[in-house]
């Protein structure tokens, strides 16, 4: 069965930087397009990034772009989110989640359960 | 503010039939982009309900269904049950600041 597992989650100060990562299990990973989206307390989703299944295409939300680095190692089953310049308004879970499509992006089939990011001084 | 936008919240009794909308404008639904439903019960991850503006993944009762029409788009509820209390977003894909994906603020539904 499919799973998503992330990790990497806590507190971190203004300015400092996190890496989350999620490990994928269940399906082979290096065919699915991979996303991260956030949600931060008692708010909606909010995308943040998409990488492509072979790691060729990357987009990402205009609130995070220049900060943050979706990557991907298929070798690990495993894709990362590398987050700097963390503000306060990055607080929320993050969720990695897969993408349905296998030549294009359609809709986030799995996901994992998130992982709780609190940027605080 | 959303690039989609649907009601804050809307409420029925069980049994009946609920709508919930998402409008959204020519550069994302109505430029064709698929459109798709998901559901969060409360501390949980959101679940995909309605994929390709009309498709139920295996295990979704087909009390729940989705159609699509021009920059707008809807979810359906039929024979409401206390378990669908839950918010459910939208999604679809915008192509005027790159490919994007983009999600409705959200619906609370209650069940009264």
């Known amino acids: 069965q499919e799973q998503l597992v992330e990790s990497g989650g806590g507190v971190v100060q203004p300015g400092r930087s996190l890496r989350l990562s999620c490990l994928a299990s269940g399906f082979t990973f290096s065919s699915y397009g991979m996303h991260w989206v956030r949600q931060a307390p008692g708010k909606g989703l909010e995308w943040v990034a998409i990488?492509?299944?072979?790691?060729?295409?990357?987009y990402y939300a205009d609130s995070v772009k220049g900060r943050f680095t979706i990557s991907r190692d298929n070798s690990k089953n495993t894709l990362s989110l590398q987050m700097s310049s963390l503000r306060a308004d990055d607080t929320a879970v993050y969720y990695c989640?897969?993408?349905?499509?296998?030549?294009?992006?359609?809709?986030?089939?799995?996901w994992g359960q998130g992982t709780l990011v609190t940027v605080s001084s | 503010q959303s690039v989609l936008t649907q009601p804050p919240s809307v409420s029925g009794a069980p049994g009946q039939r609920v709508t919930i909308s998402c409008t959204g404008s020519s550069s994302n639904i109505g430029a064709g982009y698929d459109v798709h439903w998901y559901q969060q019960l409360p501390g949980k991850a959101p679940k995909v309900l309605i994929y390709?503006?009309?498709h139920r993944p295996s295990g979704v009762p087909d009390r729940f269904s989705g159609s699509k029409s021009g920059t707008s788009a809807s979810l359906s509820i039929t024979g409401l049950q206390a378990e669908d209390e839950a918010h459910y977003y939208c999604?679809?894909?915008?192509?005027?600041?790159?490919?994007?994906?983009?999600f409705g603020g959200g619906t609370k539904l209650t069940v009264l």
């Open positions: 990488i492509w299944f072979d790691g060729s295409l990357k």
């Open positions: 999604q679809s894909y915008d192509s005027s600041l790159g490919l994007h994906v983009v």
């Open positions: 390709g503006d009309t």
């Open positions: 989640a897969r993408d349905r499509g296998r030549v294009a992006p359609e809709d986030l089939d799995y």
